[in-house]
């Protein structure tokens, strides 16, 4: 694992982030906001990581999956009202407050779509 700023991985993550943002402002469907949304934000947090530690794809997408995944369980948990911070609007949508499995399958393409395009 190396820390360097990839200018190309930077770029690719502030695409996936306007799109995240229009879809979150002007987007309130039943399919693209939850589950294109979802897939998208483990690619946006892969190439946001890729932008400064440059690793070996698989693991990196691993580990990225991993952080989705754990941010989905403690929505089960209510890991956000254990805290004390169930009136912290940003809290609540970083960490959320509504655990859906279907997220955890969106997660799950985002990395599968990751293995399948990125090369090391």
């Given amino acids: ?23 979150a402002l ?21 190439y946001f990581v890729r932008s ?6 698989r693991w990196l997408v691993l580990a ?3 952080f989705a995944w754990a941010v989905e369980f403690s929505q089960y948990f209510r ?13 609540v949508t970083v960490i959320g407050s509504v655990f859906d499995w279907r997220d955890l399958v969106a997660y799950t393409i985002g990395a599968a779509i990751l293995l399948a395009v990125v090369r090391d």
Avoid: H, K
């Fill in 79 to 91: 890991l956000v009202e254990w805290l004390g911070l169930a009136d912290n609007r940003l809290a």
């Fill in 1 to 23: 694992m190396t820390f360097r700023f990839d200018p190309r991985s930077f770029g690719i993550f502030l695409v996936v982030f306007v799109i995240e943002v229009a879809i």
């Fill in 52 to 57: 400064f530690i440059q690793t070996r794809t």
């Fill in 26 to 46: 002007w987007l309130d469907d039943p399919f693209v906001r939850p589950l294109v949304g979802d897939t998208l934000v483990v690619i946006l947090v892969f």
């Fill in 64 to 66: 990225t999956l991993a």
